[in-house]
């Protein structure tokens, strides 16, 4: 497995969740981490980034809620979720990209993120 997800469960609305991705030593020279997430009947969207020279980039959904942070030098990916509602219930995907022409992506296996009251 190149990229470990952990974290996500089950939260109540309002509450929080943090969720954390390590990618591989094999997977080097990664440009960009982040989290895209997938619901029952829709397309994978884009849920947050971070790009190697700092930038962030958030879906409008989640903007001030979440925070994307990374650890170049462990190619750690976090997310902490707050102010969590049942919209955000999805699973979650660590993403990993080398590289911009070509693009080189890389997907973990996703977790459950289950937001009930």
Known sequence: VQLQAS?????????????????????????????????PGKEREMVALHTKGGGESYAESVKGRFTVARDDGKNIVTLQMDDLTPEDTARYYCYAQRGYSPIYKYWGRGTQVTVSS
Not at 21 to 29: E, L, Q, R, T, Y
């Open 7 to 39: 974290g996500g469960g089950l939260a109540q609305p309002g509450g929080s969740l943090s969720l954390s991705c390590v990618a591989s030593s094999k997977i080097f020279g990664i440009d960009v981490m982040g989290w895209y997430r997938r619901t």
